[in-house]
């Protein structure tokens, strides 16, 4: 069964909304992190936002925000007034504190393209 | 401070060659990763060092990788000898300690293998 799960290959989005991007994770750890990712087309991997399987607050980090519902074992990014500039590859990860110590498991990652 | 960086950006290789991939992690970061991702598919493990030890190489696929981490500062992973399905982007991390925004990702090696 697939830890991470990323239904959405490809999104599109207008320039100024906001778009929702979906994960979906499968743990039996009580102590996780889950994590999202950006991979612009130069390739970099960048870091977004953190949520904690105990934070009780969902994570925000300037226009990114995670929704984060325990009960449903999901993490979804929320990306308020896209821009241009936010045309990229998107990656969920989790980390299991617990089985797998610090190492990432990743999703399979959604292509966003941000319509002027 | 300077990123994590990965050299080659590009290699293509010809099945049956050796390539020898290199990651200068973050000055002072004592954890290391290396991930791959192989043709649109999702971007897996590979292993993990703490400064010169390797904590988990859990993820390594064959004996045909070799990772080393000499002197607990830059990383080199070598495929000897490479296959076809070795083709893909190979990423390294560094962190500090893993902690809540730990880790920060190099740019990648797209390996080819023809």
């Known amino acids: 069964a697939q830890k991470i799960t990323q239904t959405q290959p490809g999104m599109f989005v207008q320039e100024k909304e906001a778009v929702t991007l979906d994960c979906t994770y499968d743990t039996s750890d009580q102590s996780y992190g889950l994590f999202w990712y950006k991979q612009p087309s130069s390739g970099e991997m960048i870091f977004l936002i953190y949520q904690g399987s105990y934070d009780e607050q969902n994570a925000t980090e300037g226009r990114y925000s995670l929704n984060f519902q325990k009960a449903r074992k999901s993490a979804n990014l929320v990306i308020s007034a896209s821009q241009l500039g936010d045309s990229a590859m998107y990656f969920c990860?989790?980390?299991?504190?617990?089985?797998?110590?610090?190492?990432?498991?990743f999703g399979e990652g959604t292509q966003l393209t941000v319509n002027p | 401070e300077a990123g994590v960086t990965q050299f080659p950006s590009h290699s293509v290789i010809e099945k049956g060659q050796t390539v020898t991939l290199r990651c200068d992690p973050i000055?002072?970061?004592?954890?290391l990763y290396w991930y791959r991702r192989v043709m649109g598919k999702e971007i897996k493990f590979l292993l993990h060092f703490v400064k010169e030890s390797k904590q988990d190489e859990s993820g390594m696929p064959n004996n045909r990788f070799l990772a080393e981490r000499t002197g607990g500062t830059y990383s080199t992973l070598k495929v000897q000898p490479a296959e076809l399905e070795d083709s893909g982007v190979y990423f390294c991390?560094?962190?500090?300690?893993?902690?809540?925004?730990?880790?920060?990702f190099g740019s990648g090696t797209r390996l080819t293998v023809v």
């Open positions: 000055s002072g970061h004592d954890n």
């Open positions: 991390a560094s962190s500090h300690n893993w902690l809540k925004r730990g880790y920060t």
């Open positions: 990860a989790m980390r299991e504190e617990e089985t797998s110590g610090s190492r990432l498991t």
